[in-house]
């Protein structure tokens, strides 16, 4: 029930902050929209609108090909907020 709250709110973050684009490189923006194993959140999950989240699925499978965010985490590498060894 912990999970189901965090996303109780429902609104694009990226329309929130006035984002126009999605750069692949920009993982602080990436970041709300994945997942701990580095997944696509879905847009039930996270509020975002039909336009940031098309927005978000080409940059994030434009980051894996670069390298930024990995496809696959394996049960070992799962650790709580990955994002703090990119800073
Ligand atoms: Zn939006």
Do not use: W
């Amino acid at each position: 029930m912990a999970e189901k709250r965090k996303f109780k709110k429902r609104y694009c973050r990226y329309c929130q902050q006035k984002v126009d684009f999605i750069d692949y490189k920009d993982l602080n923006l990436l970041k709300y929209s994945l997942s701990e194993r580095y997944k696509i959140m879905p847009r039930r999950l996270t509020g975002n609108c039909k336009k940031h989240q098309d927005m978000i699925a080409e940059a994030i499978k434009r980051a894996r090909q670069a390298a930024f965010i990995p496809y696959i985490v394996d049960r070992k590498r799962v650790i709580e907020n990955p994002f703090e060894l990119i800073k």
